[in-house]
């Protein structure tokens, strides 16, 4: 297949993102889509340099890294599928109010267009709290589909929750066929 593979600014979960799209890259083709925070960002996790190189490598292609890059991804370069892994809570709350000002939201909206799945692997500290409604906005939304979550540290951040990267492939799967993997919460 022909796959989209965008990552947000969750640094944290970046490196498990970049484990599943090599296990991806493998048998699928890929075409990747960096946020501006992860091309440009260099945080405690790694180098922001150092993550479009690796990304680069792995797909054996750059990375689209702008809104007029992705924006053919839609009726004029289809996707298969589409996946954020990592989505952050503001890539979501944008998504679910049809923000599109990254590249990574412009590919979604372009790809939404031609009711392709898009596969959703969430990480973000206000998953609880103010992200819940778009969290069920888009649970109700054609073509949408999440990687199965649970709160990463119940006691320390409560309103966290994290998708199981190792499940994208198999949410992938679900989604092709119009179904949505189960259970969608599970206990970290």
């Not at 484990?19 to 992860?38: C, G, Y």
């Not at 340099?49 to 924006?71: F, N, Q, W, Y």
């Not at 939404?112 to 649970?139: E, F, V, Y």
């Not at 990463?152 to 951040?157: E, F, G, M, Q």
């Amino acid at each position: 297949m022909k796959l989209g593979y965008a990552m947000t600014g969750s640094f944290c979960t970046v490196s498990r993102s970049l484990s599943t799209l090599k296990e991806l890259a493998e048998s699928h083709e890929i075409i990747p889509i960096l946020s501006e925070n992860v091309q440009k960002t260099d945080t405690r996790f790694g180098k922001a340099a150092d993550t479009v190189k690796k990304v680069g490598e792995i797909c054996g292609r750059a990375p689209m890294l702008s809104i007029t890059e992705t924006e053919t991804l839609g009726p004029l370069s289809p996707l298969d599928a589409l996946i954020i892994a990592p989505c952050t809570g503001n890539t979501l709350a944008k998504l679910a109010n049809g923000i599109t000002d990254t590249a990574v939201l412009m590919a979604a909206k372009a790809h939404l267009r031609c009711d392709r799945p898009l596969i959703i692997a969430l990480a973000t500290n206000d998953a609880l709290s103010q992200n819940l409604k778009n969290i069920a906005s888009l649970l109700t939304r054609k073509s949408v589909y999440f990687v199965p979550f649970g709160q990463d540290d119940a006691v320390n951040k409560p309103h966290s929750l994290i998708s199981d990267f190792s499940l994208i492939g198999e949410t992938l799967a679900h989604a092709m066929l119009g179904k949505q993997l189960q259970p969608l919460f599970f206990e970290y």
